[in-house]
């Protein structure tokens, strides 16, 4: 429920802040405008103002929505009406109408980053982890333990910022200068080769390829709970547990236990652990476990139900907060919205060519559950889920394709260059080829959306 009223609420607001881009301009410019709609399809509730001519409707279909201006191309027109009519209005007004609505959407996009950058996001700190021999990082002389602090002379603040700057600059190519400071504070120069990299790495962690990972505390196998009615319980596996082996091999991580234990479903593992006796003091016991086969991703894994004890100062160390003062962040808003549409463009550019999967186009059932994840996760993380979504709905939008606005556009520059309107027949022309376009990209979108949830 949280994840369906998460993106009702989305898809409500982003349309209609869409929408009443292309209302505001339209009254600005003298078009009467019929019907205000949230949705598609039928009517389920109506609304009409006293000394309004705009009927303000909720349709069935919550996925879009619509204004139905004047127009001598859709219906007859009265005489008297005919200077209120959208296609009677010169050129420049038509498009000024048509691109008010994904303005709208990066309008919106850029109000709700500067009040996040106000009121502060929540980061990771940009400090690496295990640097992989042989990697661009290792080669770069990029150690475990430091922190960048700016790419190409731009500060990074946090772990997100990093990602999403080095995306943009593979798409460009190139090397990049890197500034870090080590543990101990001394300062540090890289030239990080990122020229290996091509578009196809972008369709999987590119960072990793790069060699940079998060630094994450160090978890020891050490017990920190034990599920109810679980495979551990019932071994005898308890709270401050220290597992030494795991099958004769030596444990020196959490993760190391969790990967002899997904890997043995159904299969006994021989755990030897030293648990604290406060009257006897350290002992050391060997217990059988036979993990449970679950179905993941896939694939069938093993799992006990324990989980690992965390130090929660260190782990909280690694969090930190990004925030600006109002001139600052509405700079660094503006900064957000400009280098999120242009790499969006440049992900579609390289998709039509071949270079990117079509993988990475999502569809509803993604972008439903992106918002039920984000609405679970605070109102910060709601709100950039809406930012950045916005920005996909401007974008998309104002790409060249009949039947959106960009396409709408097309045929009025083209009207510009001519000097007269495109004729019906190339509107009609229009109308089949963005139908076929739009069908394609949906039916690629909700393809992924399906093969992601089976895959979990």
Known sequence: MITLLAFVVAIALLVVFHEFGHYWVARRCGVKVLRFSLGFGNVIYSKRFANSDTEWVISAVPLGGYVKMLDE???????????????????????AIVVAGPLANFLLAIVLYWGLF??????????????????????????????????????IPSWQELHWTLLNLVLKQGEVKVEAQSASGAPLFHLLDISGLEAKDLDSEFLDKLG????????????GNVAEDSVAQRAGLQQGDHILRANGAAMQRWMDVVEVIRAHPEQ???LEIRREDGQRGA???????????????????????AGPKVDEAAWQAMFIEVSYGPLEALTQSLRKTWETSVISLEMLGKMVMGEVSMKNLSGPITIADYAGQSAKMGVVAYLSFLALISISLGVLNLLPIP?????????????????????????????????ALLGTLMVFAIY????????G
């Open 403 to 435: 039947l959106l606005d960009g396409g709408h556009l097309l045929y009025y520059v083209a009207e510009l260059v001519k000097g007269s309107p495109a004729s019906e027949l190339a509107w009609e022309i229009g109308q089949k080829i963005g139908i």
């Open 283 to 305: 002992l050391t016991l060997q217990i059988t476990v036979v993990p449970q086969a679950v179905a993941e991703s896939g694939k069938t894994v093993g799992k006990i139900g």
């Open 212 to 223: 940079l990972h998060l630094y994450q505390p160090v978890v020891l196998p050490v017990i």
């Open 73 to 95: 191309r859709e219906e007859e027109v009265a005489p008297e009406d005919l200077p209120y009519a959208f296609n009677r209005k010169p050129v420049l007004q038509r498009m």
């Open 448 to 455: 992924n959306d399906i093969n992601r949830l089976v895959s």
């Open 118 to 155: 106000i009121h502060g996001v929540p980061g990771l700190k940009p400090t690496l982890g295990d640097v992989p021999q042989g990697t661009p990082a290792a080669i770069a002389q990029m150690q475990s333990g430091e922190t960048i602090l700016s790419i190409n002379g731009e500060t």
């Open 268 to 270: 006994a593992v021989q």
